[in-house]
Each structure stands twice: as C-alpha cells, then as structure tokens.
C-alpha cells in the first residue's frame, strides 16, 4: 500500500525556471492539498481540490498553478521560481463523506526545492 | 477565521521528564482540534484529535490532549518522555464543516539524555 507519494523529493532549479512538484496517492481520497513549510511559519495551504477538476486557493497561492485531471493525481506548478518559494512542500489527501470534516489527513514525505 | 499560536517555538528537556507543548486557538465558530507530530526528515502524522465527547484525548504512544474551551486552548502532555519523541509537533484547527487545516508554527522539542 504506497498511500501517498510525492516525487522529487529534492529539487534545485533557478530563478525564473518552471518546475513541477507531483503528487500521487493510492487510496482514491476525494479531498488533495498542498502545503510550504517555512521556519516560523508552521505550514501553510497553497492550493486545494475537493475532487478531479475542483481546485481553490488557499493561503499562500500567488505563484503557483495547480491541476486535477485524475483523482489521484495533484501537480504543483510553479511557473516562474522564485528565491521566496525556497521551501519544503507537502501534499496531502483525506476522505469526506457528504462534507464531514472529521477525516484525518494523511501526508507525503514532502519535497525539498531550492531556488537559486 | 481561524488562528493556531503554539507558545513555545523549541521546548527541551530531559529524558523521562514530563513535557507540556502549549497550543491556543482562535475561532468564532466550533473547530476540530489536532496535534500532528513530524519526526525528522519525515512528513507529518496524526498524534491525536478531538472531535467531540470526553475534552481528554490520548494517542498510542503516551501523549494526552485536553481540549479548555474557556481557554480556548489545547495543550499537549507527556509525563515521561523518550528520546524517540524528538520531534516537531504542530497543532492545528479545522472549522467543522470545513476541510481546511491552519497549522501553528510548530514546537521542537528536543530530548536529551
């Protein structure tokens, strides 16, 4: 059971390149997030999708596009890097039911990406 | 909207000492609470929650949480602690009927022999 992987796990890129963080998990979660985690800054939500082709803000989203063709798939794009999305960024997935918010979300081994 | 304050960025002590992580919360509406814990070089896993019922929630491995709704906080507890339990452990709240997770800046604690 692989769950929920993200790939990279590092990356180094330049200022003003194009990288994508993926994430795929394997129990058919409806809801999929993203996160940064910053020192001092605990993590903070990127974007989220409650479903395929169901995607919104969150936090911290000016930067960075994301997509949801496939349920078990939530790509993170960053078009044009920046020194300020140096970062460690986590995926995460959880279950709903007829919008309960009780579901535990369980969460990738995350990606290291530096910015030069 | 909500808001997470974790009171103490870096907590150590000894090993077998007990530990309290302290978490406060902000909301105008009823919130779940939760305590995730990331070890190091690892993602985030679930500690404990509290969703309703008894305020006193526990985990598998000796932590406790009580749930103050007066103080509108959730604090952490351990009395005695690992060096295994080096970690850094996040508190976080959801609005109910919401799915959205805000985070606290996360507390290190650090156990030393």
């Known amino acids: 059971d692989a769950g929920i992987t993200q790939s990279p796990r590092y990356k180094i890129t330049e200022t003003g390149r194009q990288v994508t963080l993926m994430c795929h998990q394997t129990?058919?979660?409806?809801?999929m997030f993203w996160y940064r985690q910053d020192l001092g800054h605990g993590l903070r939500l990127i974007y989220y999708?409650?479903?395929?082709?169901?995607?919104d803000k969150g936090e911290v989203p000016d930067g960075y596009v994301v997509s949801r063709s496939k349920t078990e798939n939530f790509p993170l794009t960053l078009e044009s890097a920046t020194r300020s999305q140096t970062s460690v960024y986590f995926c995460?997935?959880?279950?709903?039911?007829?919008?309960?918010?009780?579901?535990?979300?369980?969460f990738g081994p995350g990606t290291r990406l530096t910015v030069l | 909207a909500q808001s997470v304050t974790q009171l103490d960025s870096q907590v150590p002590v000894f090993e077998e000492a007990p530990v309290e992580l302290r978490c406060n919360y902000s909301?105008?509406?009823?919130?779940?609470l939760f305590w995730y814990v990331q070890y190091p070089n690892q993602g985030l896993q679930l500690l404990l929650k509290?969703?309703?019922?008894?305020?006193l929630v526990e985990s598998i491995n000796g932590f406790e949480a009580e749930f103050n709704k007066s103080q509108t906080s959730f604090h952490l507890r351990k009395p005695s602690v690992h060096i295994s339990d080096t970690a850094e452990y996040f508190c976080?709240?959801?609005?109910?009927?919401?799915?959205?997770?805000?985070f606290g800046q996360g507390t290190r604690l650090t156990i030393n022999p």
């Open positions: 995460a997935s959880s279950e709903s039911e007829a919008g309960a918010s009780t579901d535990t979300q369980y």
């Open positions: 129990w058919s979660h409806s809801y």
């Open positions: 999708s409650a479903a395929a082709d169901i995607t």
């Open positions: 909301s105008s509406v009823s919130v779940y």
């Open positions: 509290y969703l309703s019922g008894s305020t």
């Open positions: 976080a709240v959801r609005r109910q009927g919401a799915q959205k997770l805000v």
